[in-house]
């Protein structure tokens, strides 16, 4: 770890945006080397002019204004030239040693940013390429950082999505193997003919029977929970009445409420409120919703169903029941997959810990949303769906 230090250290000492002191010499000398090369060239072209002033005296007498400066330098030599050429030259040899030494003082930087870039693509991500006076190569930098942010992202993101897919796999292992261990045992007891009854033997059958019922059902919502992920999944839209949809649901639960002591009750805005989806993906939503607030509303009275239409053309569905209150620790957790609000994980209840998680992709396949709320008075789901679907049929 002190040898991955050190190397950080000295590879931002040696790659900083500031010259190092060979690069300042080599400027520098490759100064005075531009200025002798501007001597020569202007000595030369003095010597070439003189030649053709001598040679044409008639055509430069009448150039412009300047056809006196340009008779007096047939006799003159370099150094008794009239000073405002002296101070012109001056000024274009400046202008070109600085244009060199910047051109040169550029490649120095886009140097230092390669050499800078080797050490990020070395795994040293969080490294920053420090800033350049130079506009266009600032923004070159800004690009290469957007590019590394970018890129940091993505492996953050592909790590959690390996973290989702091992406890999905562990989740799965936990949960097909408890009730098959049964099916096994009970399973096991008849095949070896320990039992003394037919009956006995029987209800080993069945608690068999039962245990693999769960991991059908398991399987089924694994199934279906990697289905409705998928942003590509097909949907079988159809133009349906949301109220009456929700009002035949009721119906399906009622007998079942009943049992538990409470009351399932629809207020709409409307008496009808037709809206584009596929009801059976729909459905099974709100067979969730409602299934949940029967089996965790403990202690509560009443499921209520509320139905607005909203000005954005969206329909929104609250389905709230006035139980035991969600913790609100839990709340963020309520949608992702295997979460259950029990810290138990029994399988008593037959629950997979899938049924919100589905519920949340079917809604997002519809560019709809689901939230959850909870207080003293209802524990509330929310549901947003546009009434026109923005989704492609399947």
């Not at 870039?117 to 190569?137: M, T, V, W």
């Not at 409420?257 to 099974?284: C, F, P, Q």
């Amino acid at each position: 770890m002190k040898q991955t230090n050190q190397f950080s250290t000295d590879h931002q000492a040696k790659t900083s945006l500031k010259l190092t002191s060979y690069e300042k010499g080599v400027l520098v000398g490759e100064g005075f080397i531009t200025a002798g090369i501007i001597v020569l060239l202007y000595y030369a072209t003095y010597q070439i002019f003189r030649i053709l002033v001598n040679a044409f005296p008639t055509f430069f007498e009448d150039f412009w204004f300047f056809g006196d400066l340009f008779i007096e330098m047939k006799d003159q030599s370099l150094f008794e030239v009239n000073p405002f050429v002296y101070i012109f030259l001056l000024l274009l040899a400046i202008i070109a040693i600085v244009w060199r030494l910047r051109r040169r003082y550029r490649n120095y930087e886009i140097r230092h940013i390669i050499s800078e870039l080797h050490y990020i693509a070395q795994g040293n991500f969080e490294y920053r390429i420090p800033p350049s006076k130079d506009s266009d190569l600032q923004e070159f930098i800004d690009s290469i950082h957007v590019l590394v942010d970018s890129t940091i992202a993505a492996m953050e993101e592909e790590r959690r999505l390996e973290q989702i897919k091992d406890e999905l796999i562990t989740n799965v292992s936990h949960d097909i193997r408890t009730p098959l261990t049964s099916v096994i045992g009970y399973l096991g007891l008849v095949e070896q003919d320990r039992y003394h009854s037919i009956e006995e033997a029987r209800g080993y059958v069945h608690t068999a029977y039962k245990k693999a019922r769960q991991m059908k059902t398991l399987v089924d919502d694994l199934f279906e929970y990697t289905t409705v992920r998928q942003t590509d999944t097909p949907l079988n839209l159809i133009t349906f009445d949301m109220v009456q949809l929700l009002e035949q649901l009721a119906i399906d639960f009622q007998i079942e409420a009943e049992e538990k002591g409470m009351d399932i009750e629809i207020h709409s805005s409307k008496e009808r409120l037709m809206m584009e989806g596929d009801s059976e993906k729909l459905v099974r939503v709100f067979n969730n919703l409602l299934t949940n607030a029967l089996k965790y509303g403990k202690g509560g009275k009443k499921i209520a169903i509320d139905i607005e239409q909203t000005k954005e053309n969206h329909v929104q569905i609250a389905i709230k029941n006035d139980g035991e209150p969600i913790p609100d620790e839990a709340l963020d957790q309520l949608f992702e997959r295997f979460y259950r609000a029990e810290t138990s994980r029994s399988q008593e209840s037959a629950s997979t810990g899938l049924g919100l998680a589905i519920a949340k992709g079917i809604v997002e396949l519809h560019s709809g949303t689901i939230t959850a709320e909870t207080n003293n008075e209802w524990t509330k789901f929310i549901i947003d769906l546009p009434l026109k679907a923005k989704v492609s049929k399947g």
